[in-house]
């Protein structure tokens, strides 16, 4: 038996869906553990894409069993059409279970995240308005609705009155908003129940079961470590932690379970939304402009442009030592197969002196100056590759270092975004 956290080691858009996707084909189980639809991952099978919100990448594989763990918050209509075209693509979806202790989103949670979010003006955080903040929100202050309580008609029907009614009164008396139609919403959200019914259970007595057996099971993570909202860039992150302490709480199993942390590290670095982002490309025409390009560094979810920069390798340092990472998973490294020139930040330096630790105030942050270190580039097609020994030696003197920097061992490289268009170098399942 083994079992691998997979988690994004940047600010996310690692490519973490195609490393479990193909870790997947040794496991039993996959599991989500924290975030919602706000989170978007795209697998590549056969050059067909899958681009998935909520449900978990191994759900393309008919005998996995993909489990929506008590940390993630979910929304039922985006879930049932998430499946819908799913199975318009020949994807059964039958290999899933959601935990009866997982958040529900609804229509309030959605319409108090872009309220908030426009009230912020200049301030604005760059959510994806999903809700998700707000379910948190009444998660923490004991006022959320479980898939256990959406199971029950009465106790559904006696919490939303309560919680529609206290929104109401934000929506309208803070905000000048439109307030929100109870029976409406207890109408549409017992329909979901019904349809969503044969999913939920104790998935942690799942998990344990699969345990039991000796199966293998892969950790999903959504976002990423510098979108943790403990240990990221606040204000600017998501509103759950997505680092790897959290997928024994987010899953409902104990720490002695996890024997492997992989860290998913694209070749470059990216961000959405707001904050400092040491390490950013803002030209028009240059190597932030091909990057973008030719990486389509689009949302999955928002289809917004993502913030393009080089690979800060400083920030590997904090998020191996954070995740306790055993092993990198190198992606989206072809992108960089036509760039002469090619840069990693190795460090920071703030008022000409190095520092050696990311700060947490986005003060200091915003005013470091990245320490950077020129590689000659490769200038080759490296798709086809499928040995880390054939790859060019330009290649690999950026992937070495990046992996000295960061002061953890390269376990996987990652070349395409097909499932076979990817180089093993330790094994984990």
């Given at each position: 038996?083994?079992?691998?956290?997979?988690?994004?080691?940047?600010?996310?858009?690692?490519?973490?869906?195609?490393?479990?996707?193909?870790?997947?084909?040794?496991?039993?189980?996959?599991?989500?553990?924290?975030?919602?639809?706000?989170?978007?991952?795209?697998?590549?099978?056969?050059?067909?894409?899958?681009?998935?919100?909520?449900?978990?990448?191994?759900?393309?594989?008919?005998?996995?069993?993909?489990?929506?763990?008590?940390?993630?918050?979910?929304?039922?209509?985006?879930?049932?059409?998430?499946?819908?075209?799913?199975?318009?693509?020949?994807?059964?979806?039958?290999?899933?279970?959601?935990?009866?202790?997982?958040?529900?989103?609804?229509?309030?949670?959605?319409?108090?995240?872009?309220?908030?979010?426009?009230?912020?003006?200049?301030?604005?955080?760059?959510?994806?308005?999903?809700?998700?903040?707000?379910?948190?929100?009444?998660?923490?202050?004991?006022?959320?609705?479980?898939?256990?309580?959406?199971?029950?008609?009465?106790?559904?029907?006696?919490?939303?009155?309560?919680?529609?009614?206290?929104?109401?009164?934000?929506?309208?008396?803070?905000?000048?908003?439109?307030?929100?139609?109870?029976?409406?919403?207890?109408?549409?959200?017992?329909?979901?129940?019904?349809?969503?019914?044969?999913?939920?259970?104790?998935?942690?007595?799942?998990?344990?079961?699969?345990?039991?057996?000796?199966?293998?099971?892969?950790?999903?993570?959504?976002?990423?470590?510098?979108?943790?909202?403990?240990?990221?860039?606040?204000?600017?992150?998501?509103?759950?932690?997505?680092?790897?302490?959290?997928?024994?709480?987010?899953?409902?199993?104990?720490?002695?379970?996890?024997?492997?942390?992989?860290?998913?590290?694209?070749?470059?670095?990216?961000?959405?939304?707001?904050?400092?982002?040491?390490?950013?490309?803002?030209?028009?025409?240059?190597?932030?402009?091909?990057?973008?390009?030719?990486?389509?560094?689009?949302?999955?979810?928002?289809?917004?442009?993502?913030?393009?920069?080089?690979?800060?390798?400083?920030?590997?340092?904090?998020?191996?030592?954070?995740?306790?990472l055993d092993y990198l998973a190198i992606t989206r490294l072809d992108i960089l197969d036509k760039?002469?020139?090619?840069?990693?930040?190795?460090?920071?330096?703030?008022?000409?002196?190095?520092?050696?630790?990311?700060?947490?105030?986005?003060?200091?942050?915003?005013?470091?100056t990245p320490i950077y270190e020129e590689f000659e580039g490769w200038m080759t097609d490296i798709?086809?590759?499928?040995?880390?020994?054939?790859?060019?030696?330009?290649?690999?003197?950026?992937?070495?270092?990046?992996?000295?920097?960061?002061?953890?061992?390269?376990?996987?490289?990652?070349?395409?975004?097909?499932?076979?268009?990817?180089?093993?170098?330790?094994?984990?399942?």
């Amino acid at each position: 038996m083994s079992s691998v956290i997979v988690l994004g080691a940047q600010w996310g858009d690692e490519g973490k869906g195609k490393i479990v996707d193909y870790l997947t084909q040794k496991a039993k189980a996959v599991v989500r553990y924290s975030g919602g639809s706000n989170a978007g991952h795209t697998v590549v099978v056969n050059d067909i894409a899958y681009k998935l919100r909520l449900l978990p990448s191994g759900v393309l594989f008919e005998d996995k069993i993909n489990v929506l763990g008590n940390g993630v918050v979910i929304n039922p209509g985006v879930f049932l059409k998430e499946i819908e075209g799913m199975k318009e693509k020949g994807i059964k979806c039958d290999n899933l279970v959601i935990s009866d202790r997982a958040h529900v989103v609804l229509p309030y949670h959605q319409r108090l995240d872009e309220l908030q979010e426009a009230a912020l003006g200049e301030n604005k955080i760059g959510t994806t308005k999903n809700g998700i903040g707000p379910c948190y929100m009444d998660k923490v202050a004991r006022v959320g609705i479980r898939m256990c309580d959406l199971m029950e008609p009465e106790t559904f029907a006696k919490k939303l009155k309560v919680n529609v009614e206290a929104k109401n009164a934000i929506i309208t008396k803070l905000y000048g908003g439109e307030p929100f139609d109870y029976e409406a919403i207890l109408e549409e959200y017992l329909g979901y129940a019904e349809k969503l019914r044969p999913f939920v259970t104790d998935t942690g007595v799942v998990l344990d079961e699969i345990f039991a057996e000796g199966q293998n099971v892969l950790f999903e993570g959504a976002q990423a470590t510098f979108l943790d909202v403990d240990h990221g860039t606040y204000p600017y992150v998501t509103s759950s932690n997505p680092t790897a302490g959290n997928a024994c709480t987010g899953s409902g199993v104990g720490p002695r379970f996890i024997d492997h942390v992989v860290g998913v590290v694209k070749a470059y670095t990216t961000r959405v939304g707001e904050g400092p982002f040491a390490t950013e490309l803002l030209d028009t025409d240059g190597p932030g402009h091909h990057i973008r390009e030719a990486g389509h560094e689009y949302g999955t979810v928002t289809g917004r442009p993502r913030r393009c920069g080089w690979l800060d390798a400083f920030m590997l340092k904090y998020s191996a030592r954070l995740n306790s990472l055993d092993y990198l998973a190198i992606t989206r490294l072809d992108i960089l197969d036509k760039m002469p020139v090619i840069k990693m930040c190795v460090g920071y330096e703030l008022n000409g002196q190095p520092i050696k630790n990311i700060p947490a105030s986005l003060n200091i942050l915003a005013n470091v100056t990245p320490i950077y270190e020129e590689f000659e580039g490769w200038m080759t097609d490296i798709s086809g590759i499928r040995e880390y020994d054939k790859l060019p030696e330009k290649t690999k003197k950026y992937l070495e270092r990046l992996s000295e920097v960061a002061g953890v061992p390269l376990g996987i490289v990652s070349v395409g975004p097909n499932r076979e268009q990817t180089i093993v170098l330790k094994e984990l399942l």
